[in-house]
Every structure is written in structure tokens, then in C-alpha cells.
């Protein structure tokens, strides 16, 4: 077996970005991209083939175990556009991070295909449309992708910034993540759904079609990516309405809905002090 994703050496490259400054993130992307790929889509091909419970069971685990082991990266490029639209991390990280999970998911796919010749399991599949004049019309799958991403995104936002489960909070927002996403898949069939534009991309280099190219479709990356980033953006704006957090560093004139704590007051005790030593 012999393949060398197209696009890898440049997304390695990005790792040594600032001499180094990000090359754990890009480590924590690039493995926790592989437990994803790995941990997920292995449900129904190598974990419950005969059972749809048990493969619902593989996938709602696989959630889990690729973000604990994988050390909490975000491995899809729409969140990860709109963590650097909430400020919860620079650009420099968010194109490192972007980076990383484009290799991973090229690494992953041919990777775990090699795994099920040489063990004799079923191969993977990924997200992908057909285009079709009857149904799964490029627009109709461009916003079955969108509005799945957005969902998405809400359900992130609730579970890790919005509930507190006290010393349960991880293995509990993990579990609802994983719900979630499984109940997304099931609602918005038409395309995967990916819900992740490096999903939909590595899958298309390595098992859709013409296989070690890139798609030369526009109607992939209208679905897959505009889609996908149109939805983080919106998402962002959405909770930044709600929570007045600030939006690629703006304040938005709406909001914020959420109730904010209020400002401390001055301790006029140490101020009395200050001016004292002053004087």
C-alpha cells in the first residue's frame, strides 16, 4: 500500500510556525484527529456491524474517548474558526489547528483503510453527496450542512460554557455532545452529515471518485466549507448576542441577553491608602 496524501508536507510544516510555538497544538489536533476518525467511524464497520445499538453505542464511547485521550482538541476547522471568533484562541493557533486536522484526516483515511484490508474488516466510508437533478440538489445540501453545523456549534457553546455538572461536568457534557451529534447525523442525512470540512475533504482525496486528488467541484466546497464556516460565523454572532462576548474583537450592538454579573465595586479602603502614600 502505498500513498502519500497531497497536501500533508505542508500541513506538517505549519507545526514548526513561529519556531515552535505551536507545535503541541498541532500534536493534540493532528492524533486527536485520528482517535476521532478512528473512535467514530469505526462504529458500524468494525464495532456493530449486525447490531445498530451496539454501533450507536461504539460511536456515543468513540465521542468520549477520542476528546479525553486526544486532550480536548477541536477537530473540525468550523469550530475551530469559531473559537478564534469568540477570541478563545488567536489566529496563528486557529490556522495551526486547521492545519493539523486536514493532515490528520488525509493520514487517517488511507491509514484505516490499509487496517481493514490487512484485518479483513469492512472499510470506512465518509461524508459525501450525489449530485442528482431529483433530490440532493448542491443548495439543498448546502443548508442541511449549515444549519447542522449551527446546531452543532449551540450545542457545544450550552454543554461546555453554559451547564455545570460540578465534578461530573466532563464525562456529562461528553455524553450529551455525543447524543448529539448522533441525533444530528440521523436528522440531516443528505450529506453524511460532516458537520467538519476536513471529514468531507480527506475523505474525497482518498475514497470518493478519483482517488489522491483534491475535488474539482465547486459544489464540494460550497457545501462542505462556505456551508460549514457560514454556520460557525452565524453561531458566533448568535452567542455573542446572548453572552456579549465579543465577536472577531467587536462588541456587538445587541445583547447581551445573558445576565452579567456585576462589576465590583472599588474598595475605597485601599484607594484612601494609595492616596495617603501618595500624598
Known sequence: ????????????????????????????????????????????????????????????????????????????????????????????????????????????????????????LAEFGGPEFHMDEAEDHPVEAFLSETVATFLLLILIYVVNWELNFGSYHYIIKQSLTAIGIRALIEFFPITGPAMNPMLATAWAVFGVGTKYVYPDDIEHYFVYWVGPYIAAILASVAYGIYSGNPVFGAK????????QAPEKAPDTKEADKETKKDK
Open 252 to 259: 456587538l450592538p445587541l445583547g447581551p441577553i445573558k445576565k
Open 1 to 120: 500500500f502505498n500513498f502519500l496524501p497531497p497536501g500533508l508536507i505542508l500541513s506538517v510544516t505549519s507545526a514548526f510556525i513561529a519556531d515552535g510555538a505551536f507545535l503541541s497544538v498541532y500534536q493534540s489536533e493532528f492524533l486527536g484527529t485520528l482517535l476521532m476518525i478512528a473512535c467514530t467511524f469505526s462504529a458500524g464497520k468494525w464495532i456493530g456491524v449486525d447490531s445498530t445499538s451496539v454501533a450507536w453505542a461504539s460511536h456515543f464511547f468513540g465521542v468520549i474517548a477520542a476528546d479525553f485521550l486526544g486532550g480536548g482538541p477541536h477537530v473540525d476547522p468550523a469550530v475551530t474558526l469559531s473559537m478564534w471568533a469568540l477570541g478563545k484562541c488567536s489566529y496563528t493557533d486557529a490556522f495551526v489547528r486547521t492545519s493539523a486536522q486536514m493532515g490528520g484526516g488525509l493520514v487517517a483515511f488511507p491509514l484505516f483503510f490499509a487496517l481493514s484490508k490487512a484485518l479483513g
